[in-house]
């Protein structure tokens, strides 16, 4: 218990006597579910005066933000029902998962939850299953037409400006290099698609089944007959009405009346018509659960984006970009040394969302969650995506937690170049080179490489391939020729990975704290303070914007900058996206 504990939750109890002093108003709940909802609240380098005032870049709520909303609602008894509000939410399936988690947590705390979708896709129908009720308007449409995935190929499309993608890669399943230097899929290429389409299509038909009480047959069925009007769904048995939003306060009040009615006469008309109240009207009349800090601490460190060399950086502003933040193998050792040197910290969750990128930064930062993991138990929660130097860096771990949907393995190695010789030709630009040293021209851009060249290439792939894989195999405890039949570039979804040993178990945040709460032997029931570890101010300086007079355009092309600047990655597949 740390000095401020008693005096903070004696002004945090004062102030719930005081909001307990409302008792109407809060029957029902809003929350609006928009945007991407990422694991841990993003930290911005901020925006410079007078800009940091315009309301231009509002931020985004987290998953760790829902979860602490829908703790206070759920210890709330005055909030009977909650609306989720599904408007345009840009969240990935694994994320899905953790917010259809929390859902469910408030309906067994007895809130009856309530989807209102004015138009659900496949992911925002699997979002709304989890509620109790699925509510349309009668002018909407669901739209769960099942799931596909895409592979672009633009090597005929670089031939005609005069570049070649001149890349190798270790072994047939690691396909990231495929777009450029191929015409069309591979066998193996459309095998791993394949797989991971069933696995993810197969955990969406399973969760409809198991929370609209359908057979999985049917859910399919219905499924191929999509698009379906409002009334054709609600027929089907997929939604419980139609109404319009200013409908469903009457709706609910009947709903609760006859939840709460009694046999005594006149009894269904005893209780008042409720009404909606947003979650920000709302907030300032919930009471709060008391918190106490805990002498041991749960450190979270997270790992979001490519991983390159030097420093992590993250955009000033979301912007529609590939790569929203790049992890940085510098910022992420210190933040894992700050975890390891303070004795207060007894356990980290290491979240990891990355689809990889550098082979070398992974293997440093690699190297600094063994030397962690040897003193407190680790415990990797993947996300979207853990994939290649994104599973390289997670391997480690003491435990593993990912999300069914999960993107992971792709335990490859690709490098290389692209040659662009011929579009200077054809601009006109001339060129000549001196040099000193036989290879010193290895990755000239002018050329492609000769016989010798793409031996010596082709090696030092193999060599990290083999590095990438006894790294594994000692992480998890696996023979290397386990390892190999699972590696060769293939991705696996979470699911999959349970089942072939990458990972240990499926769930969102509250399985890995469970977790990281079991193998440093702390007490189950007890909340422990959970801190997000940053590296040490005096190592690491924050970023101001823009750095060194870059734009967020120009920090993504010094990201991409320091990848080329190397030749041997380790990165999933740019073109595995689930759609619907």
Known sequence: MHLFDLPRNGILALRNGIRSLRRKGLDVVVLSL????????????????????????????????????????????RVRAVVFRIGNV??????????????????????????????????????????????????GRLNAVGLRTEALFLKETLAKAGIEADLESIAEYKVTPDMFRRTSMTEPHRQMLEAILDSAFDHFASAIEQDRGMAKDRVVALIDEMPLTPDVALEAGLIDATLYEDELAGHLTRLLRAKSSTPTEGSDSSEPSVSLTSWGQAVRWLKRPASWTTRKRIGVVSLEGMIIPGKSRRMPTPLPLPVDAQAGAETLTAALRQAEADPRIVTVIFH?????????????????????????????????????????????????????????????????????????????????????????????????????????????????????KDVVAEGRGMAENEVEDIARGRVWTGEQAVDIGLADELGGFETALAAAKELAGLEPETEYTVVQITPPRQEVMPQPFPADGDSGWAALQSAVAELTHEHVWAMAPWTVRLRD
């Open 34 to 77: 928009e945007g991407s909802f990422p694991e841990r609240t993003p930290r911005r380098t901020p925006l410079p005066f007078p800009i940091s005032l315009l309301p231009i870049f509002p931020s985004e709520a987290s998953l760790e933000e829902m979860q602490e909303a829908t703790r206070i609602i759920g210890a709330d008894d």
């Open 90 to 139: 840009q969240a990935g399936s694994a994320t899905l998962h953790t917010l259809r988690g929390l859902m469910k947590d408030l309906r067994e705390k007895g809130k009856h939850t309530v989807a209102w979708v004015p138009s659900a896709d496949t992911w925002d129908y699997y979002l709304a299953s989890a509620c109790n009720e699925i509510i349309m308007p009668p002018s």
């Open 352 to 468: 990891v969302d990355s689809p990889g990128g550098s082979a070398l930064a992974s293997d440093l930062i690699w190297r600094q969650v063994r030397r962690l993991q040897e003193k407190k138990p680790v415990v990797a929660l993947l996300g979207e995506q853990a994939a290649s130097g994104g599973y390289y860096v997670a391997s480690p771990a003491s435990r593993i937690v990912a999300r069914p949907t999960t993107m992971t393995g792709s335990i490859g190695i690709w490098g290389g170049k692209f040659v662009v010789g011929p579009l200077y030709d054809r601009l006109g630009v001339g060129h000549r080179e001196i040099q000193r040293g036989a290879r010193a021209d290895l990755y000239s851009e002018f050329r492609p490489f000769d016989d010798e060249e793409r031996e010596q290439i082709r090696l030092e792939l193999g060599t990290s391939y083999a590095r990438f």
